[in-house]
């Protein structure tokens, strides 16, 4: 695949790049090494003021960095800025909280013989983020913040879909007064991973994508004994039960399967509704699908840009027709738009069933899958069957209802009541097929220390 900036919206290439030849790798895999030692002999409070520097830059170039993630993958412009507002949160939230989340833990020093006996958490040194094109921004800066303020260097390589924002990631953290080569971007292809991650200067890696490229990256790194966190793909149910309040409950499952134009790992992709409440769910769901605008995602007023890539696009046709053609109904949209660009329209797909790619498959786009069940164990089960385990979503009033789906949904993270979403404060991350590891909270921070055992006689 080509590095370069293509503007979903048009299809017109704005920008092109020369992948990173052998000589200029070798350079920044030097720098991180460099900046591995540098790092570790700062103290919490240094990194923390560049870590807020850091969050008054983004907020400063809100509009302009916004502008350009719309150019490079199609987000909606007001989502866009969200982004950056989120990511200059997360910023202010490690440099507020990295001390106290990797200060030493005691243990029971009399239990083990010992003066003095705790846990303390120390940096591995450099990192290697290889990074999706969805949230070009958030996904890197829920890694980047988290490392860096745990000492640890960053190597991003970056989805090649957008090049121009992993550059300014890169730029970012040095202006914001970091060491050079704290943070440093990549413009490789993806065939240049192997040999990275297998350099000796890299300790770990962690990925947000496809399941297949989380299978490829853990095994390289498994050849070198290297740590991972995988974020992988996710096909989140999204179940409604009759006690539920119907008018929230169908207005953000629209926002659930539309937000960023449908392509986010935890979307709400397959809606399970019980046959109480099912008809008038149905209607009112499609009705607002149906009524959202479809457009250039730099005009305010817009709903559903484009999808990031033509390929994309292709593929959420493809899934649809497959549907369409074993039997399935579509109850809005079905058909990419005669017009330049890489859109399609919100869609609903009802009468699934397993032999449907879209039964199996996550759908990276605003389509969603509707299913009617009839109980309890009925939604249960056909929300778990699935391969992924990434987010579950339910809604429901009834206490006996609600303990049981955040037993018994097996997923990284269950919201009752409410959409599905990734905070700084809360673990994220899947199981299964989804992933393993979590990013953010404080379990994100020491995915990539040493918990080292410390024991001390007198």
């Given at each position: 695949m080509a590095i370069a900036t293509t503007n979903p919206a048009t299809g017109e290439m704005l920008k092109t790049f020369e992948p990173m030849g052998e000589k200029q790798i070798e350079e920044i895999l030097a720098n991180a090494a460099e900046a591995a030692a540098v790092l570790r002999a700062t103290t919490f409070d240094q990194r923390a003021a560049w870590m807020r520097e850091a969050a008054l830059l983004l907020e400063g170039e809100i509009g302009e960095v916004a502008r350009l993630v719309t150019l490079e993958m199609g987000k909606r412009i007001e989502e866009a800025k969200a982004e950056v507002a989120k990511c200059a949160s997360a910023c202010r939230y490690y440099a507020a909280h990295?001390?106290?989340?990797?200060?030493?833990?005691?243990?029971?020093?009399?239990?083990?013989?010992?003066?003095?006996?705790?846990?303390?958490?120390?940096?591995?040194?450099?990192?290697?983020?290889?990074?999706?094109w969805n949230f070009p921004l958030w996904q890197v800066m829920r890694f980047a913040a988290p490392a860096l303020m745990a000492g640890n260097p960053g190597l991003l390589k970056h989805a090649s879909n957008v090049p121009q924002t992993a550059l300014y990631l890169d730029e970012l953290f040095d202006r914001?007064?970091?060491?050079?080569?704290?943070?440093?971007?990549?413009?490789?292809?993806?065939?240049?991973?192997?040999?990275?991650?297998?350099?000796?200067?890299?300790?770990?890696?962690?990925?947000?994508?496809?399941?297949?490229?989380?299978?490829?990256?853990?095994?390289?790194?498994?050849?070198?004994?290297?740590?991972?966190?995988?974020?992988?793909?996710?096909?989140?149910?999204?179940?409604?039960?009759?006690?539920?309040?119907?008018?929230?409950?169908?207005?953000?499952?629209?926002?659930?399967?539309?937000?960023?134009?449908?392509?986010?790992?935890?979307?709400?992709?397959?809606?399970?509704?019980?046959?109480?409440?099912?008809?008038?769910?149905?209607r009112a769901f499609t009705d607002q699908m149906a009524g959202l605008v479809v457009g250039d995602p730099l005009d305010h007023g817009v709903d559903i840009g484009p999808l990031a890539t033509e390929q994309g696009r292709d593929d959420v046709a493809e899934q649809v027709s497959d549907a369409v053609a074993k039997g399935g109904t579509v109850l809005t949209g079905g058909r990419a738009p005669d017009r330049p660009g890489w859109f399609y329209p919100p869609t609903v797909v009802t009468d699934l069933t397993h032999d449907m790619r879209m039964y199996r498959e996550e759908v990276f786009g605003p389509v969603a899958g509707l299913y009617r069940i009839e109980s309890l164990d009925e939604a249960l089960e056909l929300a778990n069957g699935t391969e992924y385990g990434l987010g579950a979503n339910a809604w429901t009033t009834d206490p006996g209802e609600r303990e049981r789906f955040v037993d018994e949904l097996d997923a990284g993270q269950v919201f009752v009541n409410g959409m599905v979403t990734s905070h700084p404060e809360l673990p994220f991350g899947g199981v299964r097929d989804s992933g393993y590891g979590r990013e953010l909270s404080d379990l994100g921070i020491r995915e990539f220390c040493n918990a080292k055992a410390v024991w001390v006689a007198e």
């Open positions: 990295a001390e106290r989340f990797l200060a030493d833990v005691p243990a029971d020093a009399r239990a083990v013989r010992a003066s003095r006996a705790y846990t303390r958490f120390e940096p591995l040194g450099p990192v290697l983020a290889i990074m999706p914001a007064g970091f060491p050079t080569g704290a943070f440093q971007a990549l413009l490789v292809g993806s065939d240049a991973i192997e040999d990275i991650l297998l350099d000796h200067r890299v300790r770990a890696a962690t990925l947000t994508g496809s399941a297949a490229a989380g299978r490829s990256v853990a095994a390289i790194a498994g050849r070198a004994l290297k740590k991972t966190v995988l974020e992988l793909g996710g096909s989140d149910p999204y179940v409604v039960m009759p006690s539920a309040d119907l008018d929230r409950a169908v207005s953000t499952a629209v926002r659930a399967r539309c937000q960023n134009n449908g392509q986010s790992c935890i979307a709400a992709k397959r809606f399970i509704v019980h046959g109480d409440v099912y008809d008038a769910f149905a």
